[in-house]
């Protein structure tokens, strides 16, 4: 598939065709002769207008770049053709696979004609911008994990030939088991279309086999008209409603087109709260039991002294030893049962823990204040805290976060050393600024040139305030997308 397009064209700038046009008649032989006319050293030369990008192998990335001695219009001394053009000619012989490329490299197909020297036998070894061996020969062939497959709508009328009925008789049929006058599957047919074509034309395994006509592309009932259906058919639980959905009801008629077989699924986002809903069970569980009311439940649970979740798995696994075995009126997971009540875990078993999303915490800079006062030294001595464990410090309180990387990570969280107060940052966990917040940084400080900012990153500029960690030293590089050239940066670069 192709690589799609990261920057939007650039309505500043001329296009890749006039750009090109422009910089040829220059006359400059080397991407280092371009440089030094863009920075106005190239006497006798006019001036570079502001609509040609300084750095036209980023603008132009997308849009027709195939290096400096293309755009300027000179020799490179090149062994091979650019890729697009060494593409477009091996497309042209309309090969079919790639049996018959490397035949063709071999001289033998004979209606092809020569293969030139300038293209490679191994273009996947010469071009960086190798994409895959269907696009280079343009056949519409599809690869996946180094094999080549057949063209989707090809696979595809091959399974639709073979008159199956369902997605287990495919993987019945790919396994080799015999089926009345089936050929046998070619190997460039995969046993798993949906991961193979998941972006070539994939739609479902109804589209696929082609089974009941133009059954995927019916329209289901909506969500109101389908649970007022499936209520009116008065089953009492989940295991019910399979067992009609697979036609093991015969005192009912079949399961209408139209009603999907998991709604849980078809609706999720279009009005499905729960199986007891759906299937108007009340305070049924959808697999079978009546379910005893929350308050009563709830007081049931709570005289258990059961102290945390795994607690209470094992008390629902009869793994606890002393307690009396779990009723089947009270649900295993009573957050799914009893959806509308459910306040957590904590206020379930009474113990008071609350879920960190559930809590309220101080802002950021309160809590960061008070972290501070405690003088802690590190991350080990925070989590001592944390646990108690650190005698004079008092205990935490419960509206500081044990983990506050995840509770600020969107509102003001930098680093442990920030948290800390210690002034230590993890490179790995440093986060940076955004491109104008570090550009505007630099401008502030009155940097004008390369050379004074790395002088002053070198610690060379004791004047000026230290630089913030969130601003990278190779501002270049790090920020390669969005970055002009240092004038500009800078704020230097004079306005025309």
Request: charged share 25%.
């Amino acid at each position: 598939m192709a690589r799609q397009n990261k920057f939007k064209p650039n309505p500043a700038y001329k296009s890749f065709a006039e750009a090109r046009e422009f910089a040829i008649a220059l006359g400059l032989k080397s991407k280092q002769a371009w440089d030094d006319y863009t920075q106005g050293k190239c006497s006798g030369l006019p001036e570079r207008p502001p609509d040609i990008p300084v750095r036209p192998a980023v603008f132009y990335r997308y849009e027709g770049w195939s290096g400096f001695p293309d755009f300027l219009g000179y020799s490179s001394g090149r062994k091979y053709r650019y890729f697009n053009d060494a593409r477009n000619f091996v497309r042209s012989l309309q090969l079919s696979s790639i049996i018959e490329w490397r035949q063709y490299c071999q001289g033998e197909i004979l209606n092809r004609g020569v293969k030139p020297a300038d293209i490679p036998a191994s273009p996947n070894m010469v071009y960086r911008e190798w994409i895959s061996c269907p696009d280079f020969l343009g056949n519409g062939m599809v690869e996946h994990n180094d094999k080549i497959y057949e063209p989707f709508e090809d696979a595809r009328n091959f399974a639709r030939s073979l008159h199956l009925k369902s997605v287990d008789q495919w993987f019945r049929y790919c396994n080799g088991e015999a089926f009345f006058n089936l050929p046998t599957r070619p190997e460039n047919i995969p046993v798993f279309p949906y991961i193979v074509y998941k972006r070539h034309g994939w739609r479902s395994w109804l589209d696929f086999l082609g089974t009941a006509g133009a059954k995927h592309l019916m329209k289901i009932r909506d969500f109101e008209s389908a649970r007022e259906f499936v209520r009116e058919l008065k089953f009492k639980n989940h295991k019910e409603w399979q067992s009609y959905c697979r036609g093991e009801m015969i005192n009912r008629a079949p399961k209408p087109d139209d009603i999907p077989q998991s709604p849980d699924r078809v609706f999720k986002d279009c009005g499905w709260i729960s199986w007891a809903d759906y299937l108007g069970t009340d305070n049924i569980s959808p697999w079978g039991y009546i379910a005893r009311p929350f308050e009563q439940a709830r007081a049931y649970v709570r005289k258990l002294g059961l102290k945390s979740e795994p607690q209470w798995r094992q008390y629902c696994k009869g793994e606890l030893p002393g307690l009396p075995p779990k009723p089947d009126d009270i649900p295993t997971n009573p957050q799914r049962t009893y959806r509308e009540e459910w306040q957590g875990m904590g206020d379930w078993l009474g113990t008071g823990n609350i879920a960190n999303h559930r809590k309220a915490f101080r802002a950021f800079g309160q809590a960061r204040q008070f972290v501070h006062r405690l003088k802690l030294k590190d991350i080990n001595e925070w989590r001592l805290y944390c646990l108690g464990k650190i005698p004079g410090k008092g205990k935490r309180p419960d509206d500081i976060p044990t983990n506050p990387e995840k509770v600020y990570y969107y509102t003001g969280w930098l680093s442990c050393g920030d948290w800390l107060g210690t002034g230590s940052v993890h490179y790995g966990k440093i986060r940076r600024m955004s491109y104008e917040a570090a550009r505007d940084f630099v401008r502030s400080i009155g940097i004008k040139t390369c050379t004074e900012w790395r002088k002053y990153v070198s610690g060379g500029m004791s004047h000026l305030p230290s630089k913030p960690s969130g601003i990278p030293s190779n501002l270049e590089q790090y920020f390669k997308g969005k970055w002009v050239s240092w004038k500009s940066s800078l704020g230097t670069e004079k306005p025309d």
